[in-house]
Structure formats: structure tokens, C-alpha cells
């Protein structure tokens, strides 16, 4: 399913125009992204957890020229879902 799917489904379900819809989302992941840039994390109920994660520096092979380069470290946002998500989704 992609982003416009999506919209499509809330707002089909529930009954907002697809327009508010997208623009809910396109907030919501912007809210996500603002507060993880400063370190903070977002728990939601029942959902899961935003949150930002530092990767480590780490060394891979070129097998075409067989160099070995370093990766800087860099920053990522994981998703954690919580138990009762896990558990709906693994019925």
C-alpha cells in the first residue's frame, strides 16, 4: 500500500475528506521528525515508539576493487511496535 492508498483508507473509514487526511499525515510525520532531531522520543499508546538511534561507524568491502572503506556514523529513526501491535499483527 502506498501513501496515497492509504489516505484513501482513512479517509473512507472515516469519513474526512482525503485532502485533511493528507495533510494529518504529512504533519504527523513531520511532528516525528522534529521531535526526534532534538533527541526526544515519541511513545504512543497501544502503537509503538519513535525514537532516535545512533549507527556506528563500520567497515565494508568493495568486491569489485576488494577495498575496504569506512562508514561514517550516522543517525537513524527506529520504530519499536508495542506488544499488543506485535501481537495483532502475528495472529
Do not use: H, W
Request: net charge positive; charged share 30%; glycine share 4%.
Amino acid at each position: 500500500m502506498n501513501k496515497t492508498e492509504f489516505i484513501a483508507q482513512i479517509s473512507k473509514k472515516t469519513q474526512i475528506p482525503k485532502s485533511k487526511c493528507d495533510l494529518f499525515l504529512n504533519e504527523f510525520r513531520a511532528l516525528i521528525l522534529e521531535a526526534c532531531s532534538k533527541g526526544d522520543s515519541i511513545n504512543i499508546r497501544n502503537f509503538g515508539k519513535f525514537s532516535l538511534e545512533e549507527k556506528a561507524s563500520r567497515k565494508f568491502l568493495n568486491p569489485q576493487t576488494m577495498r575496504y572503506y569506512v562508514c561514517k556514523p550516522k543517525k537513524i529513526i527506529s520504530f519499536k511496535g508495542f506488544k499488543n501491535f506485535k501481537y495483532a499483527v502475528n495472529k
